[in-house]
Every structure is written in structure tokens, then in C-alpha cells.
């Protein structure tokens, strides 16, 4: 896989400044049509010790306007990243929509080191590829384009690569213990490494290899690269909004009102409609109820912390479903320090230039924390979804994506409750007017409410379809009967508490390890 990137290529220092303005200047020009188009750029840099991806990133960091670009390097994970699951660092520090991103020792790092030592095997390798496949394909179905370079060197070249920074009084820092280990190590990690790349490059996000022995050749050519890459995308994205504007234009032009019979017009039957809505508690027995499950949850979180055990809880249901109070009910059995709520509106200008799920994964608590979403990603299918805010195509990705990033909270051991609050429009209905008549309520009540009532057909068939979808064993919903608050809370509460429970159970069970028989 490598022989192509050890022929030895070369560029004299005289063709490299001849080709080095003309150079700058279209990445300079690309960068501000990138900005216009808003764009984001994740490029990746991995390969061998002193393939010179350092250096690479130095140069062309000095030849682009700095405003546009973010440069990340990682090591091992800090006390706070290593208490949240491994991607939260790669998500929060993504470059938003119109700027270029360069990443060193990312994601790939800790993987290809890991099997080259032998503590993961190649079958773990391959999982936790799969994962970084997922990841970098969740990227780039909403448009970020991610360009990849393998810097190689072959053993002679690294050892005589090494040789020379450790000579060099300013450059021999970059030289370390570690990397001289990894040279001893080389036939392991370039295995790991062409393990890597085939499982990894596709079309959406493929590898480049470069030989980095030359460092005028290694900058020429991934810079190259890296404008014909984003001139493509730049020509692809004015190419699709051109077809959307057209295509837009002439539904407009001929929209018409087709005539649809009376069985087309009922919704069909969901899961909700099967739900006993007439469940409900009598006050007596709610407040000895709510006392004792508020009991449970606060004995059994001072525990979980005590173990380090994340939650985290999202809420979503119809407006005045009681979403709020449900979980003012639940936080008072909780240390105010140990928890925050994350209301959740539209997106602000920050967090509409990045990746929907990007807000979400940056609210994400240290281990021993509760986090409490009022409203959460779910918006992909249900709001956005009716209004129009996300296309046919985002919206019907989303449920896998949700589900992957669903996925990797519960596999850090995060406990995870997902509650659909339910009311019938009639209750809903009630419920409205006795905002409309108590004065400190009637800010609760808006417009938007209303228009969102009379989709409530739509919303119902896509709450339906997002159950359905994203209700896994490992992060089911639960729904939550709510005509009547008092049932409402003491279940929202006891459902926490259990899952609390059995997280604990689980864990005391886990065997430690295997004792050594007596003889």
C-alpha cells in the first residue's frame, strides 16, 4: 500500500518558491469562497513519527487568513475529557460552517498505537474503526467535506528523519521516548496503519498518502490537494443549490390541490392512541407516592456519584404537557451542584453554523452529573421535520444518527431516560385556556403553541415513526401517560429511580475478576 510514497519524490527550493505564490493564493481564494458558501473543512493529519505533519500544518496555517482556520493536536485525554465518552473532544472542538479545520493526532491516533503495542486486537480495531466511519460519514452527510493525509516515511527514512530534528537545537523538542518506541515498533504500525486506511477511505472521506521525506514536495502536494479538493466541492454545492432553486421554483409554479378521500384523511393508528389516558393518581396517595420516589432518586444518585455514573435525561411532549414540572419535581430531590437543565429553543447563530447534534454533545456533563434536556435532538424529526426546517433527507438520516449518538452514551455507562410526555388535544385544549385565564401563566402560552395544535395529525404520525425508530434496548422511550400531573411526575421520577437501580445492580454484579482456585 505504501510503495508509491517511497520512490523518493523531490522539489528543489528554487521550484518550490517559484510555485509557492500562485500557490498561496488560489487556497486564499478558495478559503473566502469557502466562507461565502459556508462550508466546513475537517482536514486530518496521521502517519508515522516524523512524517512532518507538524510542519505541514505550520506552513499552510501561515499561508491561510488565520480568522478561517482552527487548529486542534490531541494527547492523552485530560481528567475532564476522559469522564465524558472518547468522540465529546473531537465534537466540541469541530470548526463551524465556513471554516477549515486542521486536526493532528486525532482520531485515528490512540486506535493504530493501541493495536501496534497488542493491547486491542485486530477485531477490536476494526469495532472501533466502524465507529470513526460512522462518525466522519455523520460529518459529511451534512456537508462537511474531510480530506485525510497519511504522512509516510519508510524505517530508513523515519530513523534518519529522527536523527536530524534530535540534531537540531529548535527542533529536537519534537523528538520523544515515545516516538523512538514507535520506531522499534514500525512493522506493527504500518500492519495497523494499512488495516486503517482500507477500512476507513471511502468516497466520502478518503485517505491521501504522501511521502514525507521531502518537505517542500509534502507541502506542494498536500496543498494541491487540498484546493482541488475544496474547488470540487465548491463547484458540487453551487451546482446543488442552482437544482434546489429550480426545483423549488417550479413545485411553486405548479402546485395544485389533489383531491384526497376521506380514508387518506384519517391518520393512522399510532402508539400513542394506545396509551390508557385515564390513568391518574389521587392527591393523597401522590404526595406520599412523589415523597417516596424523590427519596429513591436522592439516595440512589448520592450512590452513583459516589461510582461516577452519569445521567442524563431529555424530555419531550406535546406543549403543556407538563415537561416542566415534572422536572422541577425531580430536581428537588437532587443537590443543585450535582445537575443542570439544558432548555432547548432554535439554534442560536453559534450552533447553526456546526452540526445539529454538535449543541447537544457539548452540554454533555462530567462523570457523576445529572443533565436534563428540555427538548433535546429530537427537534430533527418533529419540528423541523413539520416545519420544514430540515429537508426529507437530513430529517430521515437523523434517526440513525440519533440512535449511533444515543449509542455511544450508554456504552461510556451514562444512564439515559428519554420520556414522551402525552396528553390528548382535549386536555391540551383545557390546558391553554387556563393559561390564557391565570395572569402568571399567559407568558407560557404563544402563538407558536397554537399553529403547533393544529398539526397535531402530523405531529402525532412523527412522534409515531420517531418511537418506533430510535426506541432501542439499550436507550428505550418512555411513554408518559399525562392527563393527569400528579401520575405524570411520581412516574417520571420512578422511572429514573429504576434505571438508576438497575445500573447499580449491574455494576456490583460485575466480576471483578477471576480469583485463583484453592488447591
Not at 460529518?139 to 474531510?146: F, P
Request: glycine share 4%; with cysteine.
Amino acid at each position: 500500500m505504501f510503495e508509491a510514497a517511497e520512490l523518493g519524490h523531490k522539489l528543489t527550493k528554487e521550484d518550490f518558491e517559484a510555485l509557492e505564490p500562485d500557490l498561496r493564493l488560489a487556497l486564499i481564494d478558495v478559503q473566502q469562497r469557502l466562507r461565502q458558501a459556508n462550508l466546513p473543512v475537517v482536514i486530518v493529519f496521521a502517519g508515522v513519527d516524523g512524517g512532518g505533519k507538524g510542519e505541514t500544518v505550520n506552513v499552510l496555517s501561515s499561508w491561510l487568513d488565520p480568522r478561517w482556520t482552527v487548529t486542534r493536536a490531541y494527547g492523552t485525554p485530560s481528567e475532564e475529557e476522559a469522564e465524558r465518552p472518547p468522540f465529546w473532544r473531537y465534537w466540541r472542538d469541530l470548526p463551524p460552517k465556513g471554516k477549515i479545520g486542521f486536526f493532528l493526532s486525532a482520531w485515528y491516533s490512540r486506535p493504530v498505537i493501541d493495536c501496534a503495542y497488542g493491547t486491542i486486537s485486530e477485531v477490536d480495531l476494526d469495532q472501533r474503526l466502524a465507529r470513526i466511519r460512522t462518525f466522519e460519514q455523520i460529518l459529511a452527510d451534512d456537508g462537511t467535506l474531510i480530506l485525510k493525509y497519511w504522512m509516510h516515511l519508510d524505517k530508513k527514512a523515519q530513523k534518519k528523519r529522527l536523527r536530524v530534528l534530535e540534531s537540531d537545537p529548535l527542533q529536537s523538542w519534537r523528538v520523544t521516548p515515545q516516538d523512538w518506541k514507535h520506531y522499534e515498533l514500525y512493522p506493527q504500525f504500518i500492519a495497523a496503519a494499512e488495516r486503517l486506511i482500507m477500512r476507513t477511505s471511502t468516497g466520502d472521506t478518503p485517505w491521501t498518502i504522501i511521502e514525507g521525506r521531502d518537505p517542500e514536495y509534502r507541502v506542494v502536494t498536500v496543498a494541491r490537494d487540498i484546493h482541488q479538493a475544496i474547488e470540487k466541492r465548491l463547484a458540487t454545492h453551487s451546482a446543488s443549490v442552482n437544482a434546489s432553486n429550480s426545483e423549488a421554483a417550479s413545485e411553486s409554479a405548479s402546485e395544485t390541490s389533489p383531491e384526497v378521500n376521506e380514508d387518506e384523511r384519517k391518520p393512522p393508528k399510532t402508539i400513542l392512541q394506545a396509551l390508557d389516558m385515564s390513568l391518574a393518581l389521587p392527591k393523597k396517595q401522590y404526595n406520599d407516592e412523589l415523597q417516596k420516589q424523590q427519596a429513591r432518586v436522592g439516595e440512589l444518585f448520592r450512590l452513583a456519584r459516589e461510582r461516577r455514573l452519569s445521567a442524563l435525561l431529555l424530555f419531550e411532549g406535546w406543549d403543556a404537557a407538563g415537561k416542566g414540572g415534572a422536572i422541577r419535581r425531580l430536581t428537588s430531590a437532587l443537590d443543585a451542584r450535582n445537575y443542570q437543565v439544558i432548555p432547548i429553543a432554535a439554534p442560536t447563530d453559534e450552533e447553526g453554523a456546526q452540526h445539529y447534534l454538535w449543541r447537544f454533545w457539548r452540554h454533555l456533563s462530567r462523570a457523576g452529573r445529572v443533565t436534563l434536556f428540555d427538548r433535546s435532538w429530537y427537534g430533527r424529526v418533529l419540528v423541523e421535520r413539520i416545519e420544514g426546517f430540515a429537508t426529507e433527507e437530513e430529517w430521515r438520516r437523523a434517526y440513525a444518527e440519533i440512535n449511533h449518538f444515543e449509542d455511544r452514551l450508554t456504552a461510556h455507562g451514562i444512564v439515559l431516560c428519554k420520556y414522551w410526555l402525552h396528553i390528548t388535544k382535549e386536555e391540551q385544549l383545557a390546558r391553554f385556556k387556563a393559561r390564557e385565564e391565570t395572569p402568571f401563566k399567559r407568558w407560557k402560552l404563544t402563538d407558536e403553541d397554537w399553529r403547533n395544535r393544529d398539526r397535531w395529525d402530523a405531529y402525532e404520525i412523527s412522534v409515531n415513526e420517531m418511537i418506533a425508530r430510535t426506541s432501542t434496548r439499550s436507550a428505550p422511550w418512555t411513554l408518559v401517560e399525562a392527563n393527569n400531573k400528579r401520575y405524570a411526575r411520581v412516574k417520571v421520577i420512578e422511572t429514573f429511580a429504576d434505571a438508576l437501580e438497575a445500573t447499580l445492580d449491574k455494576a456490583r454484579s460485575r466480576p471483578k475478576g477471576k480469583k485463583k482456585k484453592k488447591r
